[in-house]
């Protein structure tokens, strides 16, 4: 624990996969947990995506959606 009373916790990543893909471009998977997102030619204005990750840590393991929010200008 530090000085603030935060807890380290220390996961490892077992999969990253693309749950939803942005209506308004592509995401692709670059990387085991790495993404690019690239808009429509022409295209601005506000896109979402959705990427599933599973991790594990001394505590278990579990996974979650994490919903992106992109504004292309």
Same mark, same amino acid.
């Given at each position: /624990? ?5 807890r380290?916790? !220390?996961a490892?990543f %077992?999969? $990253? #996969? #693309? /749950? *939803?893909?942005?209506e308004?471009?592509?995401l &692709? ?5 790495s993404?690019? !997102? *690239?808009? *429509?030619?022409?295209?601005k204005?506000?896109? &979402? !995506? #959705? +990427?599933? +990750?599973?991790a +594990?840590?001394?505590?278990g393991?579990?996974?979650s959606?994490l919903? !992106?929010? $992109?504004?292309? %200008?």
């Open positions: /624990m530090n000085a603030d009373g935060c380290y916790v !220390y490892r %077992q999969q $990253a #996969v #693309v /749950m *939803k893909q942005p308004n471009g592509t &692709s998977q670059i990387g085991e947990f993404f690019l !997102y *690239k808009p *429509k030619p022409g295209f204005g506000q896109d &979402s !995506y #959705v +990427i599933y +990750i599973c +594990i840590n001394y505590r393991s579990g996974c959606r919903t !992106y929010e $992109a504004i292309v %200008q």
